[in-house]
């Protein structure tokens, strides 16, 4: 499920526009981000959800901090509009993944406009709720 979400958004021409590439989402290393804009991929707990015909699915919360580099917000906010365009595309296609399905992907919502001490960045995050088989 990682590499799906992963490959989508890499995959998006407009966030790529906005200067999200490669280097800069974050699926781990949080201590050493040099590209700005960044984004950091954090997922939450394994949960059971609803069933799904004799197959049980999981649920997993994932949330998406968006860094930019301090002054205004707006660069933030239309790439949170765009991860919210790619992750509901997955949900629209249903995605038959090789280890499994994605069934459902909801967006639970953004937060406020928020500043990184440590990383010296403005940031925002936006969180979904995925269910699938293998999350």
């Given at each position: 499920?990682?590499?799906?979400?992963?490959?989508?958004?890499?995959?998006?021409?407009?966030?790529?526009?906005?200067?999200?590439?490669?280097?800069?989402?974050?699926?781990?290393?949080?201590?050493?981000?040099?590209?700005?804009?960044?984004?950091?991929?954090?997922?939450?707990?394994?949960?059971?959800?609803?069933?799904?015909?004799?197959?049980?699915?999981?649920?997993?919360?994932?949330?998406?901090?968006?860094?930019?580099?301090?002054?205004?917000?707006?660069r933030i906010d239309k790439i949170i509009q765009q991860i919210k365009v790619?992750?509901?595309?997955?949900?629209?296609?249903?995605?038959?993944?090789?280890?499994?399905?994605?069934?459902?992907?909801?967006?639970?919502?953004?937060?406020?406009?928020?500043?990184?001490?440590?990383?010296?960045?403005?940031?925002?995050?936006?969180?979904?709720?995925?269910?699938?088989?293998?999350?």
């Amino acid at each position: 499920m990682r590499d799906v979400i992963l490959a989508a958004l890499l995959g998006d021409a407009t966030l790529a526009g906005l200067g999200v590439s490669d280097g800069a989402v974050l699926t781990g290393d949080v201590d050493t981000p040099t590209e700005r804009p960044f984004l950091q991929l954090r997922y939450g707990a394994t949960t059971p959800g609803p069933a799904r015909g004799d197959v049980g699915p999981n649920m997993r919360d994932l949330t998406l901090w968006v860094h930019d580099v301090p002054n205004d917000y707006t660069r933030i906010d239309k790439i949170i509009q765009q991860i919210k365009v790619v992750m509901l595309a997955l949900e629209a296609e249903q995605s038959a993944l090789t280890d499994g399905w994605l069934v459902v992907v909801e967006w639970v919502g953004d937060s406020d406009d928020l500043a990184d001490d440590g990383h010296r960045t403005i940031t925002r995050n936006t969180s979904y709720r995925i269910v699938g088989s293998s999350l």
